[in-house]
Each structure stands twice: as structure tokens, then as C-alpha cells.
């Protein structure tokens, strides 16, 4: 093989290792809009390659995806063998949910949370993948609003759980064994709240006891953006993914 043959491929698989850019409707984007009305779709739908023995998991939270998202776009592939070589589909490209209004909308059945903010010249609007609650644990669906954003918040585990998980303490303090990552967003909806995690392959998956996760950049961009009085809408836990193809 020629050296400039090699170095060709080198700088292929460079490239194939760069996190991926995103526009500005993605927490990664830099910009919001704004748009003059609310669009049917935002993004487009990306190839990616994976590197070799990284995982379908890896990937998305590689991507900023969710998880479940990126199964159901490559439901063909074994999601702890990706082929080499071969490409796998991001599914970027995603429908706004019928119901968004200003402040955020949360999709259970789609696992997205949306923010969308109404000004004099348009719409801005973000989505993020997210975390739900788990079988027995199920996020509920209603009206609701941001009550308080708190950084660094300390872990206080319900009693209910402390009585079937015995060897947990009282409080939990912050840093890296908070499940709550570094920021809680408080809802009105009892006992449940938006926050980061010190897990974020649970992303895009149903593995809490019924609050919202983020990935620990998501919600620091989402927090900003909200504040106590926020208004919350979130879905039903039916229908269909709400992901847009071309």
C-alpha cells in the first residue's frame, strides 16, 4: 500500500471518529432558529461508521441519541456487534409532535423532550433524547410546570425505595455516585423531576423510577433555557416513534 494510500484512510477513519455535527434544533447545535413557524420536521438523517468493537449504546450517546431511537432505526443489526466497515443510520431527522407549544413537551412514545420558545421573530426549539420511567414506575402524562432548577442537588432516595433497597443512605450528596447528576429540574408532577445522571447509557431507555434523564450536557443547555413557572406538557406513553424518514 502506498503512503498516500495509507494516509487517505487514516484521515477516512479520523473522520468517521469525529463526533457528530449536528444543526441547530440538537443540543450540540449552537443556534435555536429562529424559524417564522413551526416546521413539520427538523434535521436529516446522518451515515455513520462505526469504529472497531463499539456498541450501538456507545454510539448514541457518542451521536446525542437515545438509545431505543437508534435500535429502531437499525433494527437489523446486533446492537453489541456492529459490522465494520458497513454503515449505520443516525436518525436525525425527527417530526415535532403535534402539541408543541412554548415550553416543554415531553414524548414518551418517541422519548424526546422538547423545548420550543415563541419570540416576535419565530420559534426556537430544541429536543433532547431522554430517560423514562421503568415498568411499575411509568412517567405520568398531564399538565404541568417547572417548579425549581437546582444545581449540584443532593439525592434524597423515597422511602419507598430505601424499603426495598435497605443498603441505601438517607442522602446522597453531590457528585459522581448522584443519580441525579448535576442538575434537578423540579415539576409540580409529585415527586417527579428533569434532571442529568451519572449513567448516561440509560439514556433513550426505560430505567428510572419515573422522572426524565438526560444526558449530563442536555440538561445543562435545557436549564438554562426554563425557569420556575416553565410550562410542562407530557404525552401519553402510546403511539408511534414520532422519528421522520426522507
Known sequence: ????????????????LVPVSVPAWHPRGRDTGPWPTLPEAVGHDRLYYPAPGETLMEVARRAGLGFSNLRRANPELDPWRLPVGAPILLPLRV???????SGITIDLAGMRLWWAHRTATGWQIRWYPIGI??????????????????D?????????????EPDLPPAVPPGPDNPLGD????????????H????????????????????????????????????????????PDLTARN
Open 152 to 164: 449540584h442537588p443532593t439525592w434524597f432516595p423515597p422511602e419507598t425505595m430505601r424499603a426495598t
Open 196 to 239: 442529568g445522571t451519572n449513567r448516561p447509557f440509560g439514556v433513550g431507555r426505560r430505567v428510572s423510577h419515573g422522572c426524565i434523564r438526560l444526558y449530563p450536557e442536555d440538561i445543562r443547555d435545557l436549564a438554562r433555557r426554563v425557569a420556575p413557572g416553565t410550562p410542562i406538557r407530557i404525552r401519553m406513553d402510546t403511539g
Open 183 to 194: 442538575i434537578w429540574i423540579g415539576t409540580s408532577a409529585p415527586g417527579i423531576g428533569i
Open 95 to 101: 417530526r415535532l409532535p403535534d402539541d408543541l407549544d
Open 133 to 150: 420511567g421503568r415498568e411499575g414506575f411509568t412517567t405520568p402524562s398531564g399538565e404541568f410546570q417547572v417548579t425549581t432548577v437546582v
Open 1 to 16: 500500500m502506498s503512503r498516500r494510500l495509507s494516509t487517505i484512510l487514516s484521515l477516512l477513519i479520523c473522520l468517521a
